[in-house]
């Protein structure tokens, strides 16, 4: 039997939580846990999950951490956190465990943990569910009252889905993590949570796609708010190429937190990669390492690129 840990990282959501949880509850598919870490809310949002708790005691669980998190942390701490209940668990053994991220200001679609558990099931059978295997789906950009601004994410920032092996991930992350469904094979590298993973979504990116697999739908299965609160929200594709161009000076410091991201999970994963993908890794993190030229020879050799001609010759110019 399947069953779906959803976790959901909380910080002052009084405003949108409720829609989210409700949201939840209406989904067709029933055989979930929803997992609320707080990282410190002072406003309303304890009262209101205290009233859900009391309504759902078996279906919703909630955590306050001592001391504020971050995004990042909180959610990759939250599922560490989960799988250890899960494995002393003996009724969670007779299940096959799935997890998903979930933000507090969203709105799911009421087949989008069905769906993604169908691509999630697909995959396993094609890649095997001994491998970790991620699964990301498009989104519905709408604004705070929930109106539709863009009926596809990906489509509107110009990033290519297609391209999920290890190389272009090390350089661009896909996947939007409020979408993102991952296998306990999975969670098995989690084991050790990073301290310079930009996000938490790129860090499970990094482990399907040295490790396993990632697979796309290419479907919109929530309503994605933005809203001022955003702390990783939407743009259009020319306000990133801006954006980039106008600030070339910060675009350099956040290549160096993104090689700074890869030399870490090399150095947690150097026992375990293999072949290419260790060649792959090492050759990203220490990329600085080498002259001008190689730097760039590097980048259109081993294939560190992001999507499209004018994100590539923005990164060959700050490289």
Known sequence: MNKVNIIMAAYN????????????????FKNWVLWIFDDGSKDQTELIIEKYIQQYPQKIRYYRNNTNKGVTRNFLEGVKFVTLQNR????AKNH????????????????????????????EKKYGSEKPVAVFTDAIVVDEKLNIQQS??????????GQRDLAHMLMENKLIGCTVMFNEALTEKLDVIPKNARYHDWWIAL???????????????LLYRQHGNNVVG??????????RFINLHKQKEILDITIRQAREFYNIF?????????????????IKKNSWFMRRKLILEKGYLKTGIIRNIGLLLII
């Open 88 to 91: 002393q668990d003996e009724d």
């Open 207 to 221: 482990i399907a796609s040295a490790f396993g697999h990632i697979t796309y739908l290419k479907e919109g299965t």
């Open 96 to 123: 096959s465990q799935y997890y998903m991220f979930c933000d507090q200001d969203d709105v799911w679609m009421g087949e989008k943990i069905h769906k993604t558990l169908k691509q999630m099931k697909k995959a």
């Open 13 to 28: 959501g009084e405003k949108y939580i409720k829609d989210q949880i409700e949201s939840i509850l209406h989904n067709s």
């Open 152 to 161: 596809s994410f990906y489509k509107t920032s110009n990033l290519n889905t």
């Open 270 to 286: 150097e026992k375990e990669l293999t072949g290419n993908k260790k060649e792959l890794v090492y050759g990203f993190a220490y």
């Open 234 to 243: 939407n743009q259009s594709f020319l306000s990133y190429v801006k954006n």
